[in-house]
């Protein structure tokens, strides 16, 4: 039966990368006098690395070699630390929206006492400002689990950030549903047991989602119905717990 649907932050609850993280990365590196520019294509190569602090330095590893070895993991971590502020301050301003149709699938789930949890390689801070300046008042109560950065330091597509939650959620992972918008997103939930809805964004429409549940333009809005790029089919363009539940007990049934 499916108690618990376990969501993903950057990417599948928001756009977050192109005009929130990436531009945070940027002027992360501008106050600190470094000509570094992640543009957008580049930032897209990048976002193979997850984790932010690991993307920058996996950036000075391949393109600031001169940078002493033994000075580059306190580099990274200044300037992400740098970059998480920034972002918050965005976050704040609002530069950061959720995507369509993700508010009324969390009320949904909520109000019908389905739990929520959150599995997530960034940081803790980014999804409390976050939730806070996108959902209504007292929404973050909403998340029973929030499995962040801090929590798993080995980061997607290794499960650990997954099995956290799971644990917290005393839930085994046949019981709930993980959704995620990356093919290591997916990959995690998948080691961790989980089935996975995707839904995709422009940044991980062509990655290798075999083994989701179903592939997701979107959750889909009643003005913008969302389309199923592959896997089982849906029955209006919104994604909602109805349709979950159905996709759970489907695959339930293959097993
Ligand atoms: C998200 C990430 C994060 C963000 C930046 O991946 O990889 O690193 O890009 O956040 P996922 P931080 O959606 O798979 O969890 O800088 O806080 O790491
Ligand atoms: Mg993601």
Redesign the pocket.
Known sequence: MLRALIF?????IAD??RDG?RV??NRAFADAGLDWHWDVARYGEL?R???????ILHFIDTDAAHIATGAREALARTL?AR??EH?LRMVDEGAVQLRPGVERLLSEAHAAGLVLAI?????R??IDALLAHALPPGALDWFSVIG??EDAPC??PDPQ?YEFVLEKLELAPQDCLAI???A??LQ?ANAAGLRTVITVNDYTRDQDFSGALAVLSGFGEPDAPARVLAGASMRDGLVDLMQLRAWHAGAQGED
């Open positions: 993903d932050v950057d990417g599948t977050t990368e993280h945070a990365f976002l690395v997850t984790g932010g602090r690991e993307r992400h970059k998480t972002y599995a997530t390689t960034t940081s801070a980014n962040a950065a980061k997607k950030v995620e918008d990356s290591a997103g995690a």
